[in-house]
C-alpha cells in the first residue's frame, strides 16, 4: 500500500536558519502530494500542495517540489520564524481500487525555533 | 466563512461509557473523515464517508462506530468496546471532485476519568 515517510524530529533551529525536512513516499497510482501544518491544540491546515511531478507547491515562505524520480517532497524554507514553530506533517492522497481518495500521512515533524 | 466544527473541545468519559463525539462542516463536501491522533504516531484513520448514508471502516475502526444520515454531519461514538481511547481526535471533509486536500476540525481531546 501507499506510505509517507518523514524524517523524525524534533527538529530544532535558530530564528532566521534555513529549513529542510525531508518526506518521501512509496505509492502505486500518480498521488497528489501535501504539506500540512499543527500548531499546538489546533487541527491541521494545508500548508501547501503539488498534483504532478516537477510541481513547485508554495506559501508562506515554505515550498516543496513533486520529484517523481526520486519519491520525495521535501519542505524547504529559507528563513524560519519564532511562529513557525509546530508539527509539519507530509501526506499523500492517491485514487484507490475502489475509486476513492484516501489519503496517507506521515508521522510528523515537530519544528522548534528559538529566538 | 464555511469550516468544520467539532464539540466539545474537551471530554471526559467514565469506564464503560459511550461517548459521542460531534463534527458539523459547511463547506458542502461529500467526504468526510475521523483520525485518532496519539503523540509521535501521526493520524490514524478511524472510519470515513464519501456519501450520506455510507460509510467505511478505516485502519482502526474497532470500537467506534458512526453514521451519516446529513451531509453536514458525520458524529463519531466512542464506545465502552474501546479500551485505549484516551487521546486527540479529528475530523476532515473534502471535495470528491479530483485530488482535493483536507479540511480541518480543531479537534476533541477525550480522556478517561
Known amino acids: 500500500g501507499d506510505s509517507v515517510t518523514q524524517m523524525e524530529g524534533p527538529v530544532t533551529l535558530s530564528e532566521e536558519a534555513f529549513l529542510t525536512i525531508n518526506c518521501t513516499y512509496t505509492a502505486t497510482g500518480y498521488p497528489s502530494l501535501f504539506w500540512y501544518v499543527q500548531y499546538p491544540g489546533e487541527g491541521l491546515q494545508l500548508l501547501l500542495k503539488?498534483?504532478?511531478?516537477?510541481d513547485k507547491g508554495s506559501n508562506k515562505g515554505f515550498e516543496a517540489t513533486y520529484r517523481k524520480e526520486t519519491t520525495s517532497f521535501h519542505l524547504e524554507k529559507g528563513s524560519v520564524q519564532v511562529s513557525d514553530s509546530a508539527v509539519y506533517f507530509c501526506a499523500l492522497s492517491d485514487l484507490e481500487s475502489g475509486g476513492s481518495y484516501i489519503p496517507t500521512f506521515g508521522r510528523g515533524t515537530s519544528l522548534i525555533v528559538h529566538p | 466563512d464555511g469550516g468544520i466544527t467539532q464539540s466539545p473541545k474537551y471530554l471526559f468519559r467514565k469506564e464503560g461509557q459511550n461517548v459521542t463525539l460531534s463534527c458539523e462542516q459547511n463547506?458542502?463536501?461529500?467526504?468526510m473523515y475521523w483520525y485518532r491522533q496519539d503523540p509521535g504516531q501521526g493520524l490514524r484513520l478511524i472510519y470515513y464517508?464519501?456519501?450520506?448514508?455510507?460509510?467505511q471502516k478505516g485502519d482502526i475502526a474497532e470500537g467506534y462506530s458512526v453514521s451519516r444520515e446529513k451531509k453536514e454531519s458525520f458524529p463519531l461514538t466512542v464506545t465502552s468496546a474501546q479500551k485505549n481511547p484516551t487521546a486527540f481526535y479529528l475530523c476532515?471533509?473534502?471535495?470528491?471532485?479530483?485530488?482535493?486536500?483536507?479540511?480541518f476540525g480543531d479537534g476533541t481531546r477525550l480522556s478517561i476519568l
Open positions: 476532515a471533509s473534502r471535495r470528491t471532485i479530483s485530488n482535493q486536500p483536507q479540511h
Open positions: 464517508s464519501q456519501i450520506v448514508n455510507d460509510f
Open positions: 463547506l458542502n463536501h461529500d467526504a
Open positions: 503539488a498534483t504532478k511531478a516537477d
